[in-house]
């Protein structure tokens, strides 16, 4: 066995039937989808059935999907579209304290150019408070940013509940889904949200595009200008081979979400369980039920996470803290979330995947629990 990948939330594979929808749009039907000849044609064909893809798996219209080139785009896209598009409404947007960089360092730039910005707090779990998300509206609240699932402990938050908030007071409402679509149902209208980014590489497409759903009637100025493309919202000659990529990893996903959640929530479970039993000293971060069902992430005790992997040839995951100049540091969320420092430094994210078997689980269980004996025997 070579090594066990178990870092499907930083990124995934590409899906072979993925790879092979996009070949013929590399070598053969390479044409620009503004031309009116046959190549042209055939390339818009493609964009055209890309975007009902995408819009089916989130459950809104076609023209209400916004190709980018990937979650960092669309979150800046939105955000940065919606503050700039509402700016004689007010000047409030409100976020949380653990959301990905894609959207805590937009909301930063937003501050420099007269902005202001509420970061709420998270519980235990990982999980923001609609009663705080409705504390913090105003009257000039303009934007509500809040992640669909925690992209290092999994929690999935309230947007139901906090898109009911936002609807009542009139405040557009968006979610960074990167880490949820393609994991758990996301449905828009169910979900409550007026944009929804979405990228790629988390679902088995190529890394270098995504899509931005924007509810029709949503006020969003454009992010970048030039020709009409993607109905005037966002110039720039089609990816077409990515787009149609992107599109078949979306109809995979809306295929087979249900089964695949199960699987997953299963092998999920088998690693904390053996984990929790031959190891010892161990805590779960995130929530416990309402979570991604691939996403496991444990506290260690009397060990580094840096460690812990440092020593596994075989694996491939995430800790939960970062090394820097010879000392570490707690994820920011993790200690949003209230973790101790010495689970907190001990951290592993282990995150399955569509191609994760029992064969991998078992083994990697017994190679985190070799290793981390290994490092309390010398720490003795």
């Not at 938050?157 to 898109?163: D, F, R, V």
């Not at 449905?187 to 944009?195: A, I």
């Amino acid at each position: 066995m070579g090594i066990i990948y178990m870092d499907y939330n930083a990124s995934t594979p590409v899906d072979e039937k993925v790879f092979e929808s996009m070949v013929p749009f590399l070598r053969d039907n390479f044409g620009n989808p503004s031309s009116s000849h046959g190549f042209g044609i055939e390339a818009r064909k493609a964009v055209v059935t890309a975007r009902e893809q995408v819009a089916q798996l989130v459950g809104c219209k076609a023209h209400e999907v916004i190709f980018t080139s990937g979650g960092s785009e669309s979150n800046n896209h939105a955000i940065k579209g919606a503050a700039w598009a509402n700016r004689d409404k007010g000047n409030h947007i409100i976020t949380s304290v653990i959301e990905h960089p894609a959207v805590i360092n937009p909301c930063r730039y937003l501050e420099t150019q007269g902005y202001r910005v509420t970061y709420l707090p998270v519980d235990s779990f990982g999980m923001v408070s609609p009663e705080d998300v409705e504390a913090a509206v105003g009257e000039d609240t303009i934007l509500i940013t809040i992640m669909h699932a925690n992209n290092e402990v999994g929690t999935i938050q309230p947007l139901s509940a906090i898109g009911e908030i936002a609807r009542a007071q009139g405040v557009v409402f968006h979610t960074d889904a990167a880490q949820s679509v393609g994991k758990i149902i996301t449905n828009v209208d169910e979900l409550k949200v007026d944009m929804l980014t979405i990228a790629g590489h988390k679902l088995y497409a190529p890394k270098g595009v995504g899509a931005l759903y924007v509810r029709t009637g949503v006020k969003i100025e454009n992010l970048i200008h030039g020709a009409a493309h993607e109905y005037g919202r966002r110039a720039g000659t089609e990816n077409v081979a990515y787009m149609a990529g992107l599109g078949v990893a979306c109809a995979l996903a809306f295929n087979s979400l249900e089964e695949t959640a199960g699987r997953l929530t299963l092998l999920r479970d088998m690693l904390h369980r053996m984990l929790e039993q031959a190891v010892g000293d161990i805590v779960l971060n995130g929530h416990p039920t309402n979570r991604l069902p691939n996403t496991l992430n444990l506290g260690f005790g009397g060990v580094l996470g840096g460690d812990i992997l440092s020593g596994i040839q075989g694996l491939a995951a995430s800790t939960g803290s970062a090394c820097h100049e010879g000392t570490a540091e707690m994820s920011g969320v993790l200690r949003a979330m209230g973790v101790g420092q010495e689970y907190g430094l001990g951290s592993l994210r282990l995150s399955l995947g569509r191609y994760t078997t029992d064969k991998e689980v078992k083994t990697a269980a017994e190679l985190i629990t070799d290793q981390i004996n290994r490092l309390r025997r010398e720490d003795g």
